[in-house]
């Protein structure tokens, strides 16, 4: 097993500059990493538009012959990094100069992949894969990408978090995919970004489980790429050299990260910042809260939006239609809120409480109960108690008893649940960020208890109104929805199951719902 460092500064930096590095010091960068004994050094994109000698973006090889021309190589070898659907094939040649071609793909280019890779093979170079967001592969997709590979036989295949959002459990998963259906003679890659500043800790893991192929790391100066940034070659490179017997000169890094690297934080800072640790966290394209800071909105509100992106399942790739809806829910002049399951998570612990009390008080199966209140959802309590007791034969005096004492039993059991309940957490922050927006809850759930929870939780007064039971949440709909719709305002309702679909579809209001507790479906 051999560990090599692929720096790729000049590349993925080319994200906070645009590429223009200056001609002088994309030499003084690409010799400094040569006599530091860096193996493996991307001088930048290969793709389609417009070449300038100032910047890394190459829409010709022979602009790369050219401009490496009096460069020494040593013991390193020089790349390019390409995608399919931004360089035509027709560019594809053979130089010196260049002695691999990284390839970054969707899943949906793999086709275009394998026409590539033939022609790059018959070309000379040696082959590297990116397939890009490998976190939003499922298990599957993953084995069958590997297999497809194997046939294309690449000389490597990298792990690329695009999303910054693997943490040791989903890495080590990930990986050993990788170890168990990827030809022994492919190399694994590392690309790691800092969103978690797992970057390192990740990459020594991988040395220590690698054992029968070689592995590349990726890394750059300081860190320096797409917010918030990659492994910081100076980091790895000195891990290597203490665990791993390597000679790299880290302090040629080091000088050209003070000379040449630390100017760029002038254009774009990167490094570790809570929204791109929210959007690793969550497992959504980084490019979101990237375009939400730049529309000026505060880090607070960034992390709410963020979570609307996952609720909307838009999060897998950025799109900036899809970022404007998010926008748009912001002006929101109306929200109605679901109660149980939506605001506060009961939703399991109440429907257990409810059918082990009608079980218990009327001595009916418990399964059966289960299965009548699961099929026919969103009455009040009410409802069910007076249904389950016509199944009994009793005087009408012993019936009214029989709901006093059921209707007790369990109101004790759902203050107990709502005292030690968990409160959305981001209520608050949601209110802070949409103040002049009137709050309403329209439940099934008992009114006066909906009031004494919020009251006991301290986030009464965000609500204007609050209607639940003794009336179903469908009555208290049905009377409140034309007053809101017909306000001419625009109104967004926030709920968690099957019944807030049936509603949202019959009013023609925006939905929203959440999936944390009630594990349903996202819909809008």
Not at 29 to 58: H, K, M, P, R, T
């Amino acid at each position: 097993m051999s560990i090599k460092i692929l720096d790729c500064t000049l590349r993925d930096g080319s994200h906070i500059n645009n590429g223009m590095f200056g001609k002088e010091s994309i030499k003084k960068i690409i010799i400094g990493l040569v006599q530091a004994n860096i193996e493996l050094i991307e001088i930048g994109f290969l793709e389609d538009g417009n070449y300038s000698d100032n910047q890394v973006f190459f829409s010709e090889f022979k602009q790369v012959e050219l401009f490496l021309k009096n460069i020494k190589k040593n013991n390193s070898e020089f790349g390019l990094m390409l995608r399919t659907d931004r360089c035509k094939k027709s560019k594809l040649k053979k130089i010196d100069s260049i002695d691999f071609v990284r390839i970054a793909f969707y899943q949906d280019h793999i086709e275009d992949v394998k026409e590539y890779v033939e022609i790059l093979k018959d070309l000379g170079y040696k082959i590297y894969l990116n397939p890009i967001a490998i976190s939003n592969y499922e298990e599957n997709d993953i084995i069958k990408l590997l297999n497809i590979i194997n046939n294309m036989s690449p000389n490597g295949v990298s792990i690329v978090d695009t999303f910054g959002s693997l943490n040791l459990t989903t890495f080590n998963k990930i990986l050993n995919l990788f170890l168990l259906n990827l030809n022994s003679k492919i190399e694994i890659g590392l690309h790691l970004h800092e969103n978690l500043s797992l970057s390192l800790s990740l990459s020594s893991f991988a040395c220590k489980m690698i054992k029968d192929r070689n592995l590349i790391i990726d890394s750059s100066i300081q860190g320096m790429g797409r917010v918030p940034g990659n492994l910081p070659t100076e980091l790895i490179s000195s891990y290597l050299n203490q665990n791993y017997n390597q000679n790299i000169n880290i302090d040629i890094i080091v000088d050209l990260a003070q000379k040449i690297i630390v100017e760029f934080k002038t254009i774009k800072e990167w490094g570790y910042n809570p929204i791109y640790m929210t959007s690793g966290i969550l497992n959504i394209d980084r490019t979101y809260p990237e375009f939400f800071n730049e529309k000026g909105f505060s880090n607070s509100n960034n992390l709410i939006m963020q979570k609307m992106i996952k609720h909307m399942n838009y999060g897998k790739k950025f799109d900036s239609k899809h970022a404007e809806e998010i926008i748009e829910k912001f002006r929101f002049k109306i929200i109605i809120f679901d109660f149980d399951g939506t605001i506060i998570n009961t939703n399991h612990k109440k429907e257990s409480a409810l059918i082990k009390v009608i079980a218990d008080t009327y001595e009916l199966d418990y399964n059966q109960i289960k299965e009548y209140i699961i099929n026919n959802p969103g009455k009040n309590r009410e409802y069910y108690f007076k249904y389950f007791l016509n199944k009994l034969t009793k005087s009408e005096r012993d019936s009214i008893l029989i709901l006093e004492k059921v209707s007790k039993m369990f109101s004790k059991s759902v203050q107990d649940i709502y005292a030690n309940a968990d409160i959305e957490s981001s209520l608050l922050e949601l209110k802070n960020t949409l103040p002049d927006t009137k709050w309403y809850i329209l439940s099934s759930a008992n009114k006066e208890e909906i009031i004494k929870i919020l009251d006991y939780h301290n986030i009464l007064s965000l609500f204007d109104e609050i209607h639940g039971g003794p009336k179903t949440k469908y009555e208290n709909y049905i009377e409140y929805i034309s007053k809101f719709v017909n306000s001419n305002d625009e109104v967004l309702h926030i709920g968690d199951g099957n019944q807030d679909i049936e509603l949202i579809e019959k009013s023609g209001i925006y939905g929203l719902l959440l999936t944390r507790w009630s594990m349903e479906k996202i819909y809008y």
